[in-house]
């Protein structure tokens, strides 16, 4: 009987709820990973990567419950935090960089180069809130987020026979992970602009092996603006 009552009351908030379609488009900035995840901070060797690469959100917030001036319910969405891509150099001696790095000589390896991009996609669905001040409605979300990233990459020709335990273009990084994300947002009308803090993003299968790592990890910060439509 009491599952039924709660039913009831969700049905009859959700037919009372504030529905929107939310469309929003933006730039996410990844966080490198530490030296040498795909890149080398010692030596002089070319890091050439786009960090805050364009990504997108379209969701549907549905905000049934108002108490003491605020609103409050869900926010699902289907998220993608954009195409990370590098155009990198690497020593060939990997073994050779890290004694050189410690020891401050000069790395005696030769040198490679190597294109990469990986994107990550995936679901959040959050607790959001918001309340009007003045002609804005504004508040905070949070909430957890299924994510797939991938990273492949291109060697030059004469190391792609490199034994690596995986296929030659290194997507055994490429897998499934959850996190956590905060947010706010801010709307006037129709137009809404938002602000959300992914806590930990990236593409890793390192319990496999160590190399099967992309060149981000951790926190995304996604900036987004975009349209937010009453259903």
Known sequence: MKHLILIAA?????????????????????????????????????????LSPKCLQLGLAVLPF??????????????????????????????????????????????????????????TLGLATERKVGPLYVGPEAGVAILYSRWTVMLEQQYQTLDIGCRHDWACANGWNATGYVGSTLRYKLVQASFRHYLNVHASQAEKNPLFIGPTTGPVNAFLIGLSIPL
């Open 10 to 50: 969700l049905m009859s908030a959700s037919a009372h709820a504030d529905t929107r379609l939310e469309v929003m488009g933006g730039n996410c900035a990844h966080k490198l990973a530490p030296d040498s995840s795909w890149h080398y901070e010692y030596g002089g060797y070319q890091t050439n990567m786009d």
């Open 66 to 123: 108002r108490d003491f001036g605020w609103s409050w319910g869900f926010r699902a969405a289907y998220v993608d935090l954009g195409k990370v891509q590098a155009d990198n150099t690497f020593p060939v001696n990997e073994p050779e960089y890290f004694r050189a790095r410690e020891a401050g000589d000069t790395v005696n390896s030769a040198t490679g180069r190597f294109q990469g991009q990986g994107g990550t996609r995936g679901l």
